[in-house]
T-cell receptor, first 112, second 111 residues
Framework: DVKVTQSSRYLVKRTGEKVFLECVQDMDHENMFWYRQDPGLGLRLIYF???????EKGDIPEGYSVSREKKERFSLILESASTNQTSMYLCASRRQGINEQFFGPGTRLTVL | GEDVEQSLFLSVREGDSSVINCTYTDSSSTYLYWYKQEPGAGLQLLTYIFSNMDMKQDQRLTVLLNKKDKHLSLRIADTQTGDSAIYFC???????????FGQGTTLQVKP
């Protein structure tokens, strides 16, 4: 079974803090994705990575950066957290050329 | 740009059929997907359909695709309380692996 894990289920941070959200997958998948989920808006793609050290902006990259130093790990970084980044963050991975994306359980981030 | 639309809420009685609808705009989509999200969990792929098909059946699930109208539906037969969840429609964009998701439809199943 594919396992995608995220470092925290719940996180509370203060405005201006630097925040790291970690995602690890155990199936040697090339592609990894970060989404945020907001009620009534569905999932929106923040960044994705085709492979190690590669990254591409998604639809809403502003205020975020990512790091993919190892194939199994994809980190989302909020350089200076703001209240409008309060959201559910979902990580996913996919084997190159295969349809299905496998999702982690999500991290609910609250920025006060 | 690409856009996927769904209604936000559907309520049915246990044992009835549920039909969740979705419209999309990108005619070059190769695959269309239905994902399920149970409370407190990530998304789980339920089923998908290739764009040159018009129907796919998998046990209680039937997916209908009208490519001309860019309309996708998911029918759940004999809906159970365990089917209560948020259902997301998504389309794939080219060969990038990127998915565009709809807003999600919350399905409430009443006993």
């Amino acid at each position: 079974d594919v396992k995608v894990t995220q470092s925290s289920r719940y996180l509370v941070k203060r405005t201006g803090e630097k925040v790291f959200l970690e995602c690890v997958q155990d199936m040697d998948h090339e592609n990894m994705f970060w989404y945020r989920q907001d009620p009534g808006l569905g999932l929106r793609l923040i960044y994705f990575s085709y492979d190690v050290k590669m990254k591409e902006k998604g639809d809403i990259p502003e205020g975020y950066s990512v790091s993919r130093e190892k194939k199994e790990r994809f980190s989302l970084i909020l350089e200076s957290a703001s209240t409008n980044q309060t959201s559910m963050y979902l990580c996913a991975s996919r084997r190159q050329g295969i349809n299905e994306q496998f999702f982690g359980p999500g991290t609910r981030l609250t920025v006060l | 740009g690409e856009d996927v639309e769904q209604s936000l809420f559907l309520s049915v009685r246990e044992g009835d059929s549920s039909v969740i609808n979705c419209t999309y705009t990108d005619s070059s989509s190769t695959y269309l997907y239905w994902y399920k999200q149970e409370p407190g969990a990530g998304l789980q792929l339920l089923t998908y359909i290739f764009s040159n098909m018009d129907m796919k059946q998998d046990q209680r699930l039937t997916v209908l695709l009208n490519k001309k109208d860019k309309h996708l539906s998911l029918r759940i037969a004999d809906t159970q309380t365990g089917d209560s969840a948020i259902y997301f429609c998504a389309e794939s964009i080219g060969n990038t692996g990127k998915l565009i998701f709809g807003q999600g439809t919350t399905l409430q199943v009443k006993p």
